[in-house]
């Protein structure tokens, strides 16, 4: 909204432009919106500067009552609205609860989180995790029909590793406290061992092959078992962070498809089987690395299932759309998949999309599960929980236990996930845990207490009359109109680039913008019941752009006692 109306603009005076070419200038003395001129400048061989020139002289400002004037500055052309003649527009729009329809009814499958079910989740995994459950919900609000999926490599060496290790050291005996970190301190320990005894390696591959090859019963039933423990650990921690799979898929449930997809390739003269029975995906003519897709023993590689599971998902789930949330260090590995699907002849295959991120790391460096060093996801939680609760009790002693408890848990859980999704996903994330634990400034505690001091606002309102505009606006008035109506803007961006880190800066900026109104601006105290009406209604929009915002980035917002 009112970008489509720029760029009709723009297309009624003979210039072809699209929406996505109009934007929104940091500096408002350069406007509300601008049309930059210099890739058009440059297909008709002429200045950008006088091109601006040009367009804006061209365009009739009176015949668009949204419009109080245009201007051409250095190659650009700068809008500048009429925000009293549109704010009805907005503000209606949001009290309605209208949305982008961006999907318009497409069906995506979103995949994301996938920790390695050995071990319990550490804070690298917490980054994806919370990316991708943002960005199914921004999906799902904006229309498309989602589907959220958890993929558990339950067939790789590293699970054959735990098995080694627990049949070895723990055969018969059950968790004594949360699974995943039972198994987890298991894992670590034959990675100790085996340095001590590299026998152990060659014991785990003979493991992998009882398992996938022979099918031993036995085998099976304790690989099985402890997969199904560090799962059951796993669900209890998604349960805290209040975060829900709508399917959940298994390696060893593809490994058999992927096999025949492979077989297949090899038929095509698409893969190759090399002088050590290595089957390699012939990739070097277009431009990637050769990959390994079946080893000679006949085992499969986490690849060979990908390629089933991929396969399934579009046959069986019928979705447009497929997305990985993973990190960075896969994006060859994706493209290769990508590549191999497509010369098998899959169609699907371009339609299959990577939400890349960069790892979190420890000031001294890399996280190792294996090495044991990682700081777990719980633990942060933990520390988050105790300190919230300290805050909560030092403003407010004499708060029910239980309230506080409830409170605390919501803090935590929203600033552990504003403090990775504010953080542009290329950008690499230190942990520290200074950092980590603040709960003032840029953070989830500084937006939820805005959407409370909104609710407390109109709480001490028995009732008012919506009215969505008024003569002359305030610039704090103004400002806050501008402000949401950008949230839509948002939004299609956050679909468009796969990014909720877009949402997570705009409802901070809002945030600020909505508390300097509140600090200016009398409300309740307006004697003009019109304007007091109007600001009245600004505030019950804004604390449905933070509400909204903040359910799409997955965090709850603060009830007012």
Known sequence: MWKNDISNVLREVGYKVEDRDIEIPQDPRFGDFSFPTFNLAKDLKVSPIELAKEIARKIPVSKYPFLIKVEAVNGYVNFFIYWEKISEQILRRILEGRRPELGRGQKVMIEFSQ????????????????????????????SHKVIKANYMNDVGLQVAKLVTAYSLWYNGKKPDRKEDYWLWEIYVRFHEEAKKDPSLEEKAREMLRKYEIEMDRDVIKVWNKLVKWCVSGFKKSYRRLKIKFDVWFYEHEFRELGKELVYQAIAKNIA?????????????????PNVVVLRSDGTGLYFTSDLGLTYHKFKKFKIDKAIWVVSSQQSLYLKQLFKFLELLGFEFAKNCYHCSFEHVNLPEGKMSSREGKAILLDEVLDLLERKAKEEIKKRNPTKDERKISIVAKKIAVGALKYSILKIQPEDQIIFEWEKMLQLNGKTAPYIQYATTRCKGILKKVKKFSERYSEVNFLEEEKNLIKKLNEFNFVLEKCVKEMKPYYLANYLYELAVCFNNFYEKVPVLSEKNLSRRDFRLTLVKAVQKVLED?????????????
């Open 272 to 288: 190759f089987k090399d002088k050590d029975g290595v089957v390699v995906a012939n990739l070097e003519n277009y431009g990637l």
């Open 115 to 142: 920790p390695n079910p050995v071990h319990s989740m550490h804070i690298g995994h917490a980054r994806g995790t919370f990316i991708g459950d943002s960005l199914a919900k921004i999906f799902e609000y904006c």
């Open 549 to 561: 915002g903040l359910n799409l980035l997955g965090i709850e917002c603060l009830c007012r006692e």
